[in-house]
């Protein structure tokens, strides 16, 4: 009887010390590994503001890394505005702001009243992208925004002229969650559906946001319409929700109403 008590001793601690062993090498793994996971989504980030701004195409593949580094270090300035006031903030690296934890802490955020786009939590401070050419010249102004779909929440970039009111592109890069379905919510991903975004107007001739995915050949021909996604009534419904929540007052409001007035020069 001692001996099998023995024996079983001995096998728990060789179990137990293995799985401390294997715990440890996970942990260190991913403490090793996470400078290089941040890199590589900051990275990735990037190259879908560069494909908003219509500085490359993915449409081609893979993108290489010194080419979406250089191309954004050269073209593209992130920079912090506060969405109460509309202002610039000053003295924070935009590039490395976290604004997703900023959104998880009710000392940097806010719930919305009007949260028709789902998205519970909001930081109080956002990042803007400002992409110039050549010359110095603004030439885009990526606006980023996000909202419940059908399934998760997606996130986005509204890339738009100057003027804060064309449209450029639509770039949808991340579905959070489970993902939207394939075919359908993954549609807003199509290149047929991004581009039928360009040359579109948000607002109409009074300032009022007139923007609208929708099912009616009518008012999608319009210049403030956008055909809505075959048989994904609920992501279209997402996408439309998510533009009006971040182009209203608890969004860009306060920003985009000071920049046609001077505030990004």
């Known amino acids: 009887m001692a001996s099998n008590k023995d024996s079983f001793v001995r096998t728990l601690m060789i179990v137990v010390g293995l799985c401390f062993v294997c715990s440890m090498c996970v942990s260190t793994a991913a403490v090793l590994l996470k400078p290089t996971q941040n890199e590589n989504k900051l990275l990735d980030k990037q190259k879908y503001i560069l494909s908003a701004a219509g500085l490359i195409d993915l449409s081609k593949g893979s993108v290489d890394k010194k080419e979406v580094l250089s191309t954004y270090s050269k073209y593209v300035e992130a920079k912090l505005v506060d969405l109460k006031t509309g202002d610039w ?6 590039d490395t702001y976290d604004q997703k934890k900023a959104a998880r802490d009710s000392e940097t ?22 992409v110039r050419d050549d010359a110095g010249q603004l030439k885009t102004v990526i606006l980023p925004v996000r909202g419940y779909g059908l399934w998760s929440t997606m996130y986005a970039f509204l890339a738009v002229e100057p003027d804060l009111n064309t449209i450029q592109s639509l770039v949808y890069y991340d579905f959070s969650g489970s993902g939207e379905t394939p075919g359908l ?32 050949p009518v008012i999608a021909a319009s210049e403030h319409g956008v055909d809505a996604l075959s048989g994904a009534t609920l992501t279209g419904n997402g996408v439309q929700y998510s533009l009006e929540f971040w182009l209203g007052e608890e ?13 990004l020069s």
Do not use: C, H, M
């Open 185 to 216: 919510g993954g549609e807003v991903q199509n290149p047929k559906w991004v581009a039928k975004w360009q040359g579109k107007k948000l607002y109409d001739a009074k300032g009022e946001l007139a923007i609208s995915v929708t099912k009616n």
């Open 89 to 94: 903030v000053e003295g924070v690296n935009a």
């Open 109 to 130: 955020s806010f719930k919305p009243v009007n949260d028709i786009a789902s998205v519970k939590r909001v930081a109080n401070q956002v990042v803007v992208y400002l």
């Open 251 to 263: 969004g860009f409001a306060s920003f985009i109403e000071k920049a046609r007035k001077g505030g």
